[in-house]
C-alpha cells in the first residue's frame, strides 16, 4: 500500500485524536559491551514508536565522547529523533556554544537545557552559565547564527519541571518563578522530574498555568519495579517512593512479583495522570527495554486524545 500523496487521501488517513506523545531516557553507555546492550534496548524501544528519545549528560559533560556516540547512532541507525541534554554547571559559554554547534552539524534538533547538578563546594568560574534560563539563551542565539542549516525553522528546547519542591528552591512559589522565566527565555516544553501521586502532578500544572505557563508538561515516571533504585532516587531527588510500594517490593516473593507490584503502580498512576490531560509520558528507562515495554503493555494510549492540559474532563 503506497502512502497518501493527495489531499483527499491525506484527510481521509488522518487519525482523529492523536495518542499522547510517548518518550523515554537513555543513559550513554560507560564500555564498548554495555554500548552492545543498549543498542538492544533502543531497538526494542524504536518499535513502540516514540516521538524521541533524550540523551543524559553529565555535569560538565565529562561523558561528552559516548554522548555523541549514541546521538549518532540514533540518528544513523534508528528513525528516532534525539533530545540531547545541555547541561551548563562545569561548562563555559564558549564550551557549551561549540557543543551546539556540533550537535546542530549532526542533525540534532531537540535540545534538554538543564542546569545540572551541583556537585558539593563547585563554585562558578570565569564564563560559566550558572542556570537552565541563560543557556536558553544561549541555544536561542546559536539558533539564530545558524537558521539556514536549519532551513529557517527552529530548535525544540525542553528544561526541567518540579512536581515537588526542588531541593536548592526555598518554595515551589520559587520554582513557578523558575518556570516562567524558562518559558519566556525560549522553553517550548518541560518535562516533569519523578512523582508518586497524581496529585503531585495535577498541582504542579495547576501552579504553572495560574502563573501564565503555556507550553506542555510532559510527565515523567519510572517504572517503579526496583527499591534500590527508588531509594537512591529519593536520596538524589528528595522525593520518596510510598512506603507501602517499597515494602511490598521488598517483601515479594520473587523478581516476576516484584516486576508486577512495580508496573501496575506505575500504569496506575500514568492513567490517573493522563485521565487528568496530561500530553504524553516520558519513562526514564534506566538502559532497560523490559520494564518500560510491560508499562505500556498494560496502557492503552490511543484511548487517550491529547486534551489540553488543565481540562478536568
Known sequence: MTAPTTLPELERTAPAARRPALSYELFPARSDLSFDRLR??????????????????????????????????VLAETALRPLVHLTSIGSTRAQ??????????????????????????????GDEIPFARPLIELI??????????????????GVAAYPHRH?????????????????RAGADFAITQVFFEASSYCA??????????????????????DPRRLVRLAELS???????????????????????????????????VLDAGAPGLHLFTFNSHAEALDVLD???????STTPQGDPR
Open 298 to 304: 498494560a496502557l492503552n494510549l490511543d484511548r487517550w
Open 40 to 73: 538492544t534496548t533502543i531497538s526494542h524501544l524504536e518499535a513502540t514508536g516514540p516521538d524521541y528519545v533524550s540523551v543524559t549528560s553529565r555535569a560538565g559533560h565529562g561523558n561528552l565522547a559516548r554522548v555523541l556516540e549514541l546521538t549518532e547512532h
Open 96 to 125: 557549551l556554544t561549540a557543543i551546539i554547534h556540533a550537535l546542530l552539524d549532526r542533525g540534532v534538533r531537540g535540545l534538554l537545557a538543564l542546569r545540572g547538578d551541583q556537585m558539593p563546594g563547585h563554585s562558578l568560574e
Open 167 to 183: 531541593p536548592e528552591s526555598p518554595t515551589t512559589r520559587h520554582d513557578t518563578e523558575v518556570l516562567v522565566a524558562k518559558e
Open 238 to 272: 528528595g522525593v520518596g517512593a510510598p512506603r507501602r510500594l517499597l515494602h511490598d517490593l521488598e517483601t515479594a516473593a520473587d523478581d516476576a512479583e516484584r516486576r508486577r507490584i512495580g508496573v501496575r503502580f506505575t500504569v496506575d498512576l500514568a492513567t490517573r
Open 140 to 157: 536561542r542565539e546559536v539558533e539564530r547564527e545558524r537558521t539556514a542549516v536549519l532551513a529557517g525553522g527552529r530548535l525544540s528546547v
Open 204 to 225: 504542579l500544572l495547576e501552579r504553572a498555568r495560574a502563573a501564565g505557563v503555556r507550553m506542555p508538561i510532559v510527565p515523567g515516571f519510572v517504572p517503579a519495579t
